[in-house]
């Protein structure tokens, strides 16, 4: 195990998911609380985050000492760096050039975290984000690195094996970062790459059945990969002492219901309920136009309809949950001040409470990508477990304007054409999510000899790492002309198709 310190940086998950990435366990706790871990987690080495503050400034965020006491391997990432140098003796300055974005280290020393990735007097790409920088390295560090704006890019001190970097490698613009991090975990720690799906597949059985016993478990499906993951490896735990409950809001894209159902009752022979409560749904929607309202009937719907499936089948004790890592993570926070909700995205907050029930989330320790590697571990068809995200309350925030039943179709039409071209174009991995939204907007078009008067459809699509930011994606115009052209054609209802070119901020993902 790699024990993971947050100083606050925004990519600390993603070191995490770099070092499991090498097959090594990991987990990350807020600086302040880590030292209290050392003892469960007997990490086998220690990787100090980047973060937003200033180490010489007062009341900044210290690296403990029992950490460094602690007698394993310490790599110290820019303020992780730079802290650890404070704290052994060394002196940090504030720079007077702000070093942001790419930059070359120039490697000027033999050091066993680059060994067999870098070679001595060459220079590398990596990626630099500082305002500070180390002025002078405690006593027995040397300099192994420099760049431009830091002279000590790169430090080591091989006996106590502890190590600082003032760039990110964790990165995507540090292209060797995840070899450096290979070096570190598996030679300097001497962890082995024994974490693997397979390896959690059976963990995570076992702990099920421990969890369970002999008690009944229920779990929401929505479509989507984590709770369809989830399902399965509870499933495969206990047998039918589990029940699924499908909710079909009528809100989903052209054929995911069906293949939910076949997949679950014919694949994996799953008892599953699929309650059509499209009525319902699209009957409570029609008129509302605030997107916030749309959420609210569509996670009080559907707690009031799983509700009622749930005591029909008597004498559940847990609920299953696909919650994963990210939402488990303790977060560390400068700003104190509450966020302002731009959208609710807790579909069913609430549920659990209110249900009194014990949770089973056997995707707690789970990045993302983690529960797709799981998934084909499990048998999932490779289409399934790659696909976008979608969000719970489904095509109802892709119609600006209302809800009707009409307008769904018009949309899941247009919707399963444009997927159906990116897929023909080798495009849909590429992008994180794509989709099409049906505006509250006529236009005037011509057909053959006659008028159209009909409505405007946009097409989104975005690249991005964890849907916080995003970069609309930049299509070659003779893939929008050919999709345009297949949507005009085919779907009655839609005589205008445009791209929205917005990123992400200051747009959102979806219009709603
Ligand atoms: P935004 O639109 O906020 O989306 O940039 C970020 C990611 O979240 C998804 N999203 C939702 N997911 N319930 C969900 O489960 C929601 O209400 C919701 N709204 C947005 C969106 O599809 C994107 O992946």
Redesign the pocket.
Known sequence: TILIVDFGSQVTQLIARRVRETGVYCEIHPFSSAADKLETLKPRGIILSGGPASVIEDGSPQVDRKLLEYGVPVLGICYGQQAMCVALGGVVEPGYVREFGRAEVRIEKDCSLYDGVWELDHSYQVWMSHGDKVSEIPDGFAVVGTSPGAPFAMIANEERKFFGVQFHPEVYHTPDGARLYANFVHKICGCDASWTMAAYREQAVAAIREQVGDKKVICGLSGGVDSSVAAILIHEAIGDQLTCIFVDHGLLRKNEADEVVSMFRHQYNIPLVHVDASKEFIGELEGVVEPEAK?KIIGRLFIETFEKEAHKIGGVEFLAQGTLYPDVIESVSFTGGPSVT????H?VGGLPERMNMKLVEPLRELFKDEVRKLGRELGLPEHFVGRH?????GLA?RLPGGVTREKLDILRQADAIYLDEIRKAGLYDTIW?AFAVLLPVQTVGVMGDGRTYESVCALRAVTSVD?MT?DFYAFDMNFLGRAATRIINEVKGINRVVYDVTS?PPG???WE
Not at 342 to 345: N, T
């Open positions: 959420r731009i959208k609710s995205h579909n995200p979608f969000p719970g309350p925030i999510q849907g995003a992400k959102t993902i979806e």
